[in-house]
Structures are given as C-alpha cells and as structure tokens.
C-alpha cells in the first residue's frame, strides 16, 4: 500500500472549449484557452517550482518561484498567472532562472526555522522540495535571520494548531477560506515584514474567530505553519484510503490517511465528485468518535432492562437473539416482529437488513430513518416525475442563474455543498431563502439573499401556491415547456386551482407572515431569473403536509420549465450520509429496492425466486406505527440498526412507553445510546472506517466506502446481520459487500450497471446506471419525465392540527447546526464539543422580555406533549413568536415536546411545528433528572 | 391502534385526494391506504367503522367501506 498519489496542477483548470498549442521546454503543449502556463507545463509532466500556487484557488503571483522566460517577450513572468497562447515558446529552466529561484529561496531560508527533522511537515514540506527543486545549497544572509520562533503558537482550534514561525505569508490559506469555503475569516494583517496570517480581528484566536474549521486553509498551506494536531501527534502517514465521509449526505470522497491501522488524518480527495477536494469540520476532523472509550467492543444481553448488561460472546448474543425473535413470533405471530435500518450504514448492510427481515422475519415490518425525514420526498417526487430522488448532480450548481432554498440550512446542515452554493453566489446567482429563520446564507460575508420569506412555521405549501399563483396569473409559465413535457390537462387544472383568490401572494402573505410584495418578486425572479434550482430539506418534509409541499416545489419547477438540464430542477439535500441509499435499497415497508411496491408480483416473484423465500405481499408496518402497536401489544421485537430512535423520534415519551412495550429491543451501534437503555441485547456496530461497502448521497451517487481498519468488534455490520439470518434458519451466502451490490444490481433495474469494480474504475456513478447510461445519470428527465409526462398535482394547503394558543402561543421549530450531527452520538464524542455543548432555546428579544429571560437563562420549554429545560439565547434570526432549538444533546431531549402529528401520505413526523410556552426555570426539570438517572442506571455493566 | 389517530390519518389522506383532478377520492384514499397500511391498520380503521365509524369524513368512511369489502 502507498500513499494515494494527487498531481497539484498549480492553478485550476480552464473550461474554455478552445484548445491553444504552445511549446514548453521543447515538448508541444496542447491545452484550453485561459490555462496558466504552470498548468499546461505539469500537464506534459514539467513541475515549475512554487510556493504560493496551488489548484484550488486562483494564481496569485506573490512568491516568484515559478517564474518562467517566455521567447519574444520581456522580463520572467509568473508562469501561474500568465496564461498560454497559441504558439508561445516557454522556458521553465534556464541559467537567468535558476539564479533568481535560488535568490527566491534564500530569502525565504533565511527567515525559517530549521528544525525540519522534528517538525511535523518533514517529509511533507513545499517548502523543502521547492529548497530541493532550486537546487538550494547556501544561504548567503546565513541562518540568523527573524525566524519568529518566540511567536505564541495558536493552539485554541481543537484540531489543528497554527504556528506563525512555519508561515511563509504565501497566502494560500487566506485565499482557501475565502475561495474555496467562502467564509473569509482569515487576512494577511501587517505590512512587509511585519505580515502575519491573522484570523479575525487582533484579538481573535482561530477558535474565536469566524473560523469555521472546515480545513481549507490546513489542506492549503504548503509548511507545518497550519497542521493537524493528529499529524503532529502521529507523524506523516505511510498509506491512504479513498472512502467516503460518514456525516451528511453530500457524501464527500476523503483520503484516509494511516500509519497501519491508525488515522492519521482525513483528507478531502479532490477527485471525489461530490466534494470536489473540500470538506466541512465534521468530515475532515471528527472521527475521533471511533476510538472514543464509550465504544463498546462485546455484545452484551439482559434479561430485563432493570437488569446491568452482561458482555458474551458473539456466538451467545446472535443465539439470543434468533431464539427469543423466534419465541415471540410463535406466541404472538408473524407480524410480531421488525426492524429499522439505518442511513449511516452502507447500501449492502441495508440490503441485507431488509432481506432479513422480509425473507427471514417473514413480513414487511422494515424501516429506515428517512421515514422521519425524507420520506415526503421519495413518495412526492416519485408522484410528479416519476423517480423519487433529486434531479441533479452538486456540480449543476455552478450553472444556476437564480437559487432558491426552502427549509434548508445548507451552510450548517451541508456545509461542503453550501460553499459551492456561495461561490456560484458570488459569482452573480440570485438567491431566494425561504425560512422561518434568518439562516446565515440571507446574509453573510459577500452573500445576501434578493429576497427573504421568513414565513411562519406550518406555511410551507401555502406559500409555494403564492409563488405559482404569481407565475400563472402574471403569465410567467413557460409554455413550451408544460406543452411539450407535461400532461396538458393535469396543467390546466392546477393553473385554475392556484390562481384562486385563496392562492393569492395578498391572502397567503397575511397568514402566513410574508410580505405579499416579496412572495411576487420572489415568483418573478424564479421564473424569469435564468435557469432556476430549487435546494430544500427537512424545514419543508417535516410537517403534515410534507409530502404536498414537495410536489408543489415539482409543480413550480415544472411550470418554469427549470427542470432536464444543468443549473435547475429539484434538490432535496438529504441529512445523513446514506438516507438516498437507505431508501434505494427497499428500506420501506411497501417497498423493495428501487422502488417497487411489495404488492406487484412480477417484482416479488423476482425476489422470491433470488432469495428462495415467499414473501408477504402486504405493506409493514412504518416506525410509528411500529410504536403504536408495541404499546397496543401486536408488536413485540424490534432490531435497531444505526439509529437511536429514542432520541431522533418525536414524541420521547411515546417512545419510551413503546420501547418499554416490547419484550425483545436489539441495538446494533457504536455506543450505549438512548435506545440502548430500553434493549435487551446490544451488538456492537462499525464506524465507517471499518466499513467496505457504498453510500448513495443526496445527488443518486453510489460511493465507495472502503475499510481504513479492522472491525473493532471483530465482526463488520453485514456479517451481524447474515448471522442472525442463519441462526433464525436463513442463509445468506456472501463472501464480500460486492457479492451484496451484485445481486442488487441484478435485481434492481435502476442499479443494472453497477458493480465494485465499476465505482473503482470510475470513481462513483449517479443511478440510473445501466444499459441505457452505462456512466450513471448526472442531470434526470432529460427530454422527458421517468413518469412519461410531468403530473401537475393539487397542492390545497391544509393547516396543520397544531395550533397555538393561550396556554402554548409560541411555535417551536427545531434544526440542526454545523458542528452536531442528528442525535450527536458521534460529534458529542469528539472535539466539536467545543463549538456546541448544549442545545440552545433561540428566542426573539420581544418573546424573551415578555417572559423575563435574559440571554444564558434557563427555560423551560413546554407543549401539550411534554415539558424540558435548556438555556436561552436571545436573537432576532427568529421571528417574534417562533422558537428555534436543535436535538443534538439527550439531556435536553428536544423530542419530549414534538408531538405525533405526521405527514398525511408518509407519516413523516412534524417536528418543525410545535405549539410551545416558555417560561424561567431553575435548571433541569424533573423529567430530565429522572431520565438521566435510569439512563445511568440502564448503562451498568456487570463485572466479569 | 387508537382509533382517534387512524381516523385523524385517514382524513389527512382524504384532505388530499379530494380536490385531486379526475380521480375518485374513495377509490384513491382506499388505494392509498392498501399501498400503505400494514393490515393490522386497515383491519382496526374498518372495525371503526363497524363501531358507526365517529370522525371519518365522508370519502374516507366510503374508502373504509372499500376496505371492508376487500375483507369480505
């Protein structure tokens, strides 16, 4: 094994369609117009020395390393920032050349500490290869010279230190954090010798600062002046992995850097076409969480949940649970029994999940996380299109005219997309936020929304009517577009139900708390704006009428005709890294993989016959209705893989009662989590650096995911599960997860073409993939929908049941924020603590003085479904009369007030749209000191 | 299953179908319901029903019927 090799191009590529010819070093050079001469001299092999250049930002001419002598022209320019021209004669190494380099080198030399055999970039230094690439072998101002060793090093960053005595001010990391994250949090402060990378003000340390840890500026810089604490712990890894990241779904390629078995670090792969060599401070920094001391390495069983758990063997523990799953399906049937997969884990451990259970179980009582996500999405988008997934790959982006995002937060939720998001931004996109919230995309640095919908919670479909309302009546619709793609009569129908009065931007507007004036330049510039995207999550599935604000989002996407080409269509940013694949892979309890329902026989015989079992051709029950039927007793066994519905599920105390409800709990994880208080046998998961297998992200990508280690538990996911198989008497032979994809692709239509060794060909393919695109499928309802015609449907808007009143007048919605991922188990164990400790209650400073709560309080929030404790922080991103939180810390267990309400067509809970009181508490509340104590307790294990 | 909830569900599912062009929200609210219920829903909605069928709006409590006949 070695290290991964990445060819550093200098500056990035041209996209220019002209090819210019020039002459490097006597090699003829063909290239794209506008390509730097350093890129056009290393692609023919040639590396000009340099310091400050790098591909991933734009040439910056400061270090006068990589000068060249061009024939017919004057002087020795900077071959990063000269551009070819056709028939240009260039020179990268000449006696005039060398002596200016070695100058160069000197005076940088001269200024640097030479500790190189314990710095932590030995072997790893720009600095040095260049000293060697010059041909360096004395320094004629000797070695005297400032070398800034006596400057305080920043160590505040919990993952990467900044050394001032390493920095050679090439600005690399300065132009990375405004380039590439869009953050702009870093400048060059002083004059001359006096520069200084700074972040922030003078008083700013990186941690202080606006610094977003994303690792643009580590990845950027070409010396130890920014490096990973681990890097300096460990030292230089001997060998790399690509894999892919295990957070959001943007699913980002990362090398994984290792010494053996140890990470090093994770480095954002820049051939990964997701990320495109960037990565956010969860990806690139925590995955700490894998060798964190709470992971449990044994399975563990228990009679009772009173009882402390007892470590076994694997052998006892799979026994444990074949027997007692068999034991309750023949006291209280075949349906007793389910289990939910989980969107952390690979598309074959889901495959096999759901294999188990409809083939082993003998029922459909399987679900996945996405039912309390994006559920809405998979069942909507498949109604107006035909194919329940987004339309486009991230890269569409960067052809957007105009960008709308609805209950997303990309810059917290999906931060690697959102800097895409921001670069097209600044490059002159238009931006339309519709949010309850003030999210920072409506204004930051070098970004600032045209228009704003801070709509009340709940208003969603009604304010998507508005926006089609204003496109219909003032004659915006494309036409073209609906008369040749779409079903004529359907249009018709719905271009008569929105332009109702009730529709109106006037109407809606007053109840939904939106300026009517904003909502038409809103519509107006969607759908006159150029090519138009949509970007939404779970702020628009996360309601009762999730599903029908998803297929108003189609409608409007049709109506404009933003849909079948780069720049537009319909873009659900999906919330964890495999939630796409999760639901691909037959994770629904109506569904097999790719979609098909379980009634149609031609389907289920196809499976039957693969899998040699009958299968039941009715739908299973979803998670909450999996709950309801434990506490009404039908339901009795339930095998967790990856989720800790306990915490993420609404209604904690519902939970609870059902979890309680059930003779036998099965948790599959990494840690003790909140489930696991109320399970009877714990199987100890994989992170994903043990993992082989793939991730589908948010844009259809099937990603390699590649084992950096050892399953720490001695078993990898898949094989958990395979085993339980056969011990309930059902075999599954696989030797390896590409066995697993192989038989999806033999039975899924839409993953005919895809195969191990097809992803480490190319890289990672979008489904479709088949015969009909080999390569996988970037942009979706080219030349037409998957459904045949674009189905306009009736989006009536229907107030949810959650109402505010006296005794509730607030609406609480809840989120996410950028260090915290879902329920925290794994960034809670890391060092992203540092940014979020504690779920915080934003509240409006109108809201808070009228309850007497001063920023920092305690508050107690409380709904008709259940009352917890948290502290304040007093903000007008919220609008007056709406409360925001996140669900990240099971001490403040957002979830004990979120109610049943659900989706009308997936049940998909309404988790944004809570009537809340808020009032001064004390500190914690009973329930949640009473909860802390049996979790506690649940968490014993019994002393060998 | 509490009957209160699976009424509150069906009638979601009915407030959408109804003004649906050119379907009949029985038959679509029914069809909806056998795609998605496990039986156990379906069987507890329709001995609602049975019990005078309190809260079901009318397509819903038409499509509850179809259920019914489908057991028979």
């Given at each position: 094994m070695s290290l991964v090799p990445e060819i550093d191009f200098g500056t990035p590529a041209s996209r220019a369609t002209e090819q210019v010819a020039l002459t490097i070093d006597g090699q003829t050079v063909t290239v794209p117009a506008g390509t730097s001469i350093m890129r056009a001299a290393m692609d023919a092999g040639i590396q000009v020395p340099k310091l400050c250049a790098t591909d991933s930002v734009e040439a910056f001419g400061s270090c006068r390393l990589c000068l060249v002598e061009i024939s017919g022209r004057a002087g020795t320019p900077a071959s990063c920032t000269t551009p070819v021209a056709a028939d240009m004669v260039v020179s990268t190494q000449t006696e005039k050349l060398k002596k200016i380099r070695k100058g160069v080198m000197e005076l940088y030399i001269s200024d640097h500490p030479l500790d190189c055999l314990t710095c932590a970039a030995n072997g790893d230094c720009g600095l040095q290869d260049m000293a060697g690439a010059v041909g360096l072998r004395e320094v004629r101002y000797g070695y005297e010279g400032e070398s800034h060793t006596k400057q305080e090093k920043d160590e505040s960053n919990p993952y990467f230190t900044f050394d001032p005595a390493k920095c050679i001010v090439c600005s690399r990391c300065v132009r990375a954090c405004e380039e590439v994250q869009g953050t702009f949090a870093l400048t060059i402060q002083g004059r001359g010798f006096d520069s200084k990378v700074s972040p922030g003000a003078s008083s700013d340390d990186f941690l202080s600062s606006e610094c977003v840890s994303c690792g643009a500026c580590v990845q950027a810089c070409p010396t130890a002046t920014l490096s990973e604490k681990s890097l300096i712990e460990i030292g230089q890894p001997e060998h790399s992995v690509v894999t892919t990241c295990g957070y959001c779904g943007v699913g980002c390629s990362f090398k994984a850097e290792m010494r053996g078995e140890e990470l090093v670090r994770m480095v954002p792969w820049k051939e990964g076409k997701a990320n495109r060599g960037h990565s956010c401070v969860k990806g690139r920094f925590a995955w700490g969480y894998a060798h964190h001391r709470e992971r449990v390495l044994k399975?563990?069983?228990?009679?009772?949940?009173?009882?402390?758990?007892?470590?076994?063997?694997?052998?006892?523990?799979?026994?444990?649970?074949?027997?007692?799953?068999?034991?309750?399906?023949?006291?209280?049937?075949?349906?007793?029994?389910?289990?939910?997969?989980?969107?952390?884990?690979?598309?074959?451990?889901?495959?096999?999940?759901?294999?188990?259970?409809?083939?082993?179980?003998?029922?459909?009582?399987?679900?996945?996380?996405?039912?309390?996500?994006?559920?809405?999405?998979?069942?909507?988008?498949?109604?107006?299109?035909?194919?329940?997934?987004?339309?486009?790959?991230?890269?569409?982006?960067?052809?957007?005219?105009?960008?709308?995002?609805?209950?997303?937060?990309?810059?917290?939720?999906?931060?690697?997309?959102?800097?895409?998001?921001?670069?097209?931004?600044?490059?002159?996109?238009?931006?339309?936020?519709?949010?309850?919230?003030?999210?920072?995309?409506?204004?930051?640095?070098?970004?600032?929304?045209?228009?704003?919908?801070?709509?009340?919670?709940?208003?969603?479909?009604?304010?998507?009517?508005?926006?089609?309302?204003?496109?219909?009546?003032?004659?915006?619709?494309?036409?073209?577009?609906?008369?040749?793609?779409?079903?004529?009569?359907?249009?018709?129908?719905?271009?008569?139900?929105?332009?109702?009065?009730?529709?109106?931007?006037?109407?809606?507007?007053?109840?939904?708390?939106?300026?009517?004036?904003?909502?038409?330049?809103?519509?107006?510039?969607?759908?006159?704006?150029?090519?138009?995207?949509?970007?939404?999550?779970?702020?628009?599935?996360?309601?009762?009428?999730?599903?029908?604000t998803v297929m108003a989002i189609a409608n409007l996407a049709m109506v404009t005709g933003n849909l079948g080409r780069p720049g537009v269509g319909v873009n659900p940013l999906r919330g964890q890294n495999n939630v796409q694949g999760a639901c691909d892979m037959g994770s629904f309890p109506h569904e097999l993989t790719g979609y098909r329902h379980i009634s149609d026989d031609a389907t289920r015989e196809m499976f039957e016959k693969m899998w040699g079992r009958s299968l039941d051709a009715e739908p299973g029950l979803r998670i909450p209705n999996m709950f309801d039927a434990a506490i009404e007793g039908t339901f009795k066994g339930l095998y967790v893989q990856g989720e800790d519905i306990l915490q993420s599920d609404p209604n904690t105390a519902h939970v609870v009662q059902a979890l309680s409800a059930m003779e036998c709990v099965v948790v599959q994880d990494l840690f003790l989590n909140e489930t696991a208080n109320y399970a009877h046998v714990f199987l100890p998961g994989s992170s994903f650096l043990e993992k082989d297998g793939t991730f589908t992200n948010a844009e259809r990508r099937i990603n390699r995911v590649r084992r950096v280690m050892t399953p720490r538990s001695g078993m990898a996911d898949w094989e958990i599960t395979l085993a339980i198989a056969r011990a309930m008497g059902f075999e599954m032979l696989y030797r390896h997860p590409s066995e697993i994809m192989d038989e999806i692709a033999a039975l899924t239509p839409t993953f005919a073409g895809v195969s191990y060794d097809l992803l480490d060909r190319v890289g990672s393919v979008q489904w479709?993939?088949?015969?009909?695109?080999?390569?996988?499928?970037?942009?979706?309802?080219?030349?037409?929908?998957?459904?045949?015609?674009?189905?306009?449907?009736?989006?009536?808007?229907?107030?949810?049941?959650?109402?505010?009143?006296?005794?509730?007048?607030?609406?609480?919605?809840?989120?996410?924020?950028?260090?915290?991922?879902?329920?925290?188990?794994?960034?809670?164990?890391?060092?992203?603590?540092?940014?979020?400790?504690?779920?915080?209650?934003?509240?409006?400073p109108h809201d808070a003085e009228?309850?007497?709560?001063?920023?920092?309080?305690?508050?107690?929030?409380?709904?008709?479904?259940?009352?917890?404790?948290?502290?304040?922080?007093?903000?007008?991103?919220?609008?007056?009369?709406?409360?925001?939180?996140?669900?990240?810390?099971?001490?403040?267990?957002?979830?004990?007030?979120?109610?049943?309400?659900?989706?009308?067509?997936?049940?998909?809970?309404?988790?944004?749209?809570?009537?809340?009181?808020?009032?001064?508490?004390?500190?914690?509340?009973?329930?949640?000191?009473?909860?802390?104590?049996?979790a506690r307790h649940s968490r014993r294990v019994a002393a060998e | 299953m509490s009957s209160e909830k699976l009424v509150m569900m069906a009638n979601q599912i009915g407030r959408f179908f109804v003004p649906q062009r050119g379907v009949d929200p029985a038959a679509a609210i029914a069809t909806h319901l056998r795609k998605f219920w496990d039986p156990r829903m379906r069987a507890a909605i329709v001995a609602h029903l049975e019990k005078g069928g309190e809260g079901l709006d009318e397509p819903v409590r038409q499509a509850v019927l179809r259920l019914k006949e489908d057991r028979a």
């Open positions: 399975p563990m069983i228990r009679d009772s949940i009173d009882q402390p758990w007892r470590e076994v063997s694997w052998d006892e523990a799979i026994g444990r649970v074949a027997s007692e799953f068999r034991r309750l399906q023949e006291k209280h049937g075949r349906l007793a029994i389910g289990g939910i997969t989980s969107s952390r884990c690979t598309n074959e451990e889901t495959y096999v999940m759901q294999k188990l259970i409809r083939g082993g179980f003998g029922n459909n009582n399987v679900d996945t996380c996405a039912r309390v996500c994006h559920s809405p999405t998979g069942f909507g988008l498949s109604q107006a299109f035909g194919t329940s997934a987004g339309t486009q790959d991230f890269d569409s982006v960067e052809q957007s005219d105009v960008i709308l995002v609805i209950g997303a937060n990309p810059t917290d939720a999906h931060p690697v997309f959102a800097s895409r998001l921001k670069k097209r931004l600044r490059q002159g996109a238009r931006l339309i936020v519709i949010d309850p919230r003030r999210i920072d995309l409506v204004r930051m640095p070098h970004v600032e929304a045209d228009y704003h919908l801070p709509l009340r919670p709940g208003t969603n479909a009604a304010v998507m009517n508005a926006l089609a309302y204003t496109i219909v009546t003032e004659g915006l619709a494309n036409e073209r577009f609906v008369r040749e793609f779409c079903d004529r009569d359907a249009f018709e129908y719905w271009a008569a139900f929105v332009s109702e009065p009730q529709n109106s931007p006037e109407a809606v507007g007053l109840m939904a708390g939106v300026d009517p004036e904003t909502i038409r330049g809103a519509a107006r510039l969607y759908a006159t704006g150029g090519n138009a995207a949509i970007y939404y999550g779970l702020g628009v599935t996360e309601h009762s009428q999730g599903t029908t479709p993939c088949n015969g009909k695109a080999p390569l996988g499928t970037p942009v979706m309802h080219v030349g037409g929908f998957a459904r045949g015609k674009g189905n306009f449907l009736i989006t009536e808007y229907v107030p949810t049941d959650e109402r505010t009143g006296p005794r509730f007048p607030l609406l609480l919605t809840t989120g996410r924020i950028l260090s915290q991922y879902n329920v925290g188990a794994q960034t809670r164990r890391t060092g992203n603590v540092v940014w979020h400790d504690q779920d915080l209650l934003e509240i409006h009228q309850r007497g709560v001063r920023d920092g309080d305690w508050v107690k929030l409380d709904s008709r479904t259940g009352s917890t404790s948290l502290r304040a922080r007093i903000t007008d991103r919220v609008a007056p009369g709406v409360v925001y939180t996140t669900f990240h810390h099971p001490e403040t267990q957002a979830n004990v007030v979120t109610t049943e309400f659900s989706d009308w067509a997936t049940n998909c809970p309404e988790y944004k749209v809570t009537a809340v009181q808020v009032s001064p508490s004390n500190g914690p509340g009973d329930w949640q000191k009473e909860y802390a104590e049996q | -």
